[in-house]
């Protein structure tokens, strides 16, 4: 098994460029979401999957979009990207909410 | 708003010594976890302890919960260079609406194994 993966490793944008960040997992896991992790701040919830077709916003979700048409993918959009949202960013996956959460290797973006 | 905190920030030992990190939280929880960070890496799971559990072992690592004191400890013995990574709680907490659960995490305790 893969486990979590995602693409890309490393992205340089400039401010108001859009892209999508790819989530994938094959662990059949219902749960899924996104963090982003920044430096001194731990890591904060931007929107979470409790199965295909269910999303919802968690801590810090503006300025970002998801969606869930497979149980395997959990793409991150990013609307119109500000520098604010140069930071480092993980896609985790459980069996259900609350139980040990496998993490993807990250994306670390900048935004010029 | 985040609901661990650990403590301490940063933490360096020799290899060979126990490493002690603390956690506090707000409200009641389900469950913490234990994760641990290595540079540039993504977090892996190190242990899950229930509301109900007060201790927990899994290899050389020990963990404590005390509910009323609403804090836990994680506990490395015989610490190893290889230890070396940040190590994050997160608490399980009911979040937005009626069954709906998240993962809190706190900011981390950096460890530093000297050889």
């Known amino acids: 098994n893969a486990g979590v993966t995602q693409t890309p490793k490393f992205q340089v944008l400039k401010t108001g460029q859009s892209m999508t960040l790819q989530c994938a997992q094959d662990?059949?896991?219902?749960?899924m979401s996104w963090y982003r992790q920044d430096p001194g701040m731990g890591l904060r919830l931007i929107h979470y999957?409790?199965?295909?077709?269910?999303?919802d916003q968690g801590e810090v979700p503006n300025g970002y979009n998801v969606s869930r048409s497979t149980t395997e993918d959990f793409p991150l959009r990013l609307l119109s990207a500000a520098p604010s949202q140069t930071s480092v960013y993980f896609c985790?996956?459980?069996?259900?909410?609350?139980?040990?959460?496998?993490f993807g290797p990250g994306t670390r973006l900048t935004v010029l | 708003s985040q609901q661990g905190e650990e403590d301490p920030q940063a933490l360096s030992i020799q290899e060979g010594e126990n490493a002690t990190m603390n956690c506090s939280y707000k409200?009641?929880?389900?469950?913490l976890q234990w994760y641990r960070q290595n540079s540039g890496r993504g977090l892996v799971h190190l242990i899950l302890?229930?509301?109900?559990?007060r201790e927990k072992h899994s290899g050389r690592l020990r963990v404590t919960l005390d509910t009323s004191k609403k804090s836990s400890s994680l506990l490395i013995t015989a610490s190893r260079a290889a230890d070396t990574a940040s190590y994050f709680c997160?608490?399980?907490?009911?979040?937005?609406?009626?069954?709906?659960?998240?993962?809190?995490f706190g900011k981390g305790t950096k460890l530093s194994v000297i050889p």
């Open positions: 662990m059949n896991h219902e749960y």
């Open positions: 409200t009641s929880i389900n469950n």
């Open positions: 302890i229930r509301s109900n559990e």
């Open positions: 985790a996956s459980s069996s259900r909410q609350g139980n040990e959460q496998f």
């Open positions: 997160a608490t399980e907490v009911p979040y937005s609406g009626a069954g709906s659960y998240q993962l809190t």
């Open positions: 999957s409790v199965g295909a077709g269910i999303t």
